[in-house]
């Protein structure tokens, strides 16, 4: 069973509205803040692999750098393509650092 593993510290949380890339045991791991609310994303797209973490914010969704495809901060999802999902690992943030379960 997977356990929490440190993502970040709290300082280094991205900005309302952004998003942020970090390696975690070699793992690219897209860190995105929508209006407060901190999600953790597989950094790798469904799609072609682009690099999510590199990505922006639109309503509600991490949209990659590579084709545009966006994928909903909270469940992974893709509106525009539902088939294609971005994994989401739970998340939280205490004593100063994000956690989640990879
Ligand atoms: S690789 Fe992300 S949209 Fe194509």
């Keep these: 069973m997977s356990q929490f593993v440190r993502i970040c510290s709290q300082t280094e949380l991205p900005a309302t509205g952004a998003v ?6 070699g793992r690219a791991i897209c860190v995105a803040n929508v209006g407060g609310s901190i999600s953790v994303l ?13 990505g922006s ?8 750098p590579w084709h545009g495809y966006s ?17 989401v690992y739970e998340s ?11």
């Design 42 to 54: 597989n950094g790798v797209c469904p799609h072609e692999e682009g690099p999510l973490g590199e």
């Design 20 to 25: 942020a890339e970090f390696t975690v045991d």
């Design 57 to 64: 914010i639109e309503e509600g969704c991490v949209v990659c």
């Design 71 to 87: 994928f909903d901060a909270k469940t992974g999802i893709s509106p525009e393509e539902p088939d294609l999902k971005a994994q």
């Design 92 to 102: 939280v943030v205490e004593s100063g650092e994000l956690r989640a379960k990879l």
